[in-house]
């Protein structure tokens, strides 16, 4: 399969916990896009890298976020502290150096 | 920044009828205009997408269309069956970075 890939695709914890999820965009794909998608909602987004480089960072992302591309290729979100209100689909997407965005399955995330 | 709003929230066809599917956006510097559709449980699958450089696209019984005057541009899909049955999002995307502000989504139902 040569799409976007996401771990794990499901995640229950704890409030308080943190958690991590990972993305693996498509092979050479140089941008790489976080969104997060709540029940009826559409995607929102949270961040963006181009390459390794965090060039971008929505509102919505707290101090309690956050993501890494460390070598361009996969990245990480990670969520400390988890809250109740972060409960969601977390979207990760990829794109060549043009503006069509591939999306991954997704990380459903419950914080009970 | 960006804001796109959609129309209907949901449609309901009969197999074979025609859906159509606005949106409207603010920004007048945004480009770049997808539509997305997310079986339940799915990840968002780009179908169709346009630019600010043209009017109208077509790809089988799917069509796009565009009026960068009046900031609104539309879905439309012909002969309708019932695995379209689905959420469609439209998206409008800013000139910088690319990220998509999406709108609220609408679920078409065909039914048999």
């Known amino acids: 399969d040569t799409g976007v890939s996401q771990n794990p695709r499901h995640k229950i914890t704890k409030r308080g916990q943190n958690v991590t999820f990972r993305c693996d965009p498509i092979?050479?794909?140089?941008?790489l896009y976080w969104y997060r998608q709540t029940l009826g909602q559409g995607p929102e987004f949270l961040t963006y890298?181009?390459?390794?480089?965090?060039?971008?960072k929505s509102r919505l992302l707290s101090d309690r976020f956050s993501a890494e591309r460390p070598k361009g290729s996969f990245s990480t979100l990670e969520i400390q502290r988890t809250e109740q209100g972060d409960s969601a689909m977390y979207l990760c997407?990829?794109?060549?150096?043009?503006?069509?965005?591939?999306f991954g399955p997704g990380t459903r995330l419950t914080v009970t | 920044g960006e804001n796109v709003e959609q129309h209907p929230s949901t449609l309901s066809v009969q197999e074979g009828d025609s859906a159509v599917i606005k949106c409207t956006y603010s920004?007048?510097?945004?480009?770049?205009f997808p539509w997305y559709k997310q079986e339940l449980g799915k990840r968002p699958q780009l179908i169709i997408d346009?630019?600010?450089?043209?009017g109208e696209k077509k790809d089988q019984r799917i069509a796009v269309t565009l009026n960068k005057t009046a900031k609104h541009f539309s879905l439309h899909i012909t002969e309708t069956q019932p695995e379209d049955s689905a959420v469609y999002f439209c998206?409008?995307?800013?000139?910088?970075?690319?990220?998509?502000?999406f709108g609220t989504g609408t679920r078409l139902l065909v039914s048999p």
């Open positions: 997407a990829s794109s060549p150096n043009s503006v069509e965005q591939y």
């Open positions: 092979s050479e794909h140089n941008r």
């Open positions: 890298f181009q390459n390794e480089a965090q060039l971008e």
């Open positions: 920004d007048s510097a945004s480009n770049y």
């Open positions: 346009i630019r600010s450089n043209v």
């Open positions: 998206a409008a995307s800013d000139t910088g970075f690319q990220k998509l502000v």
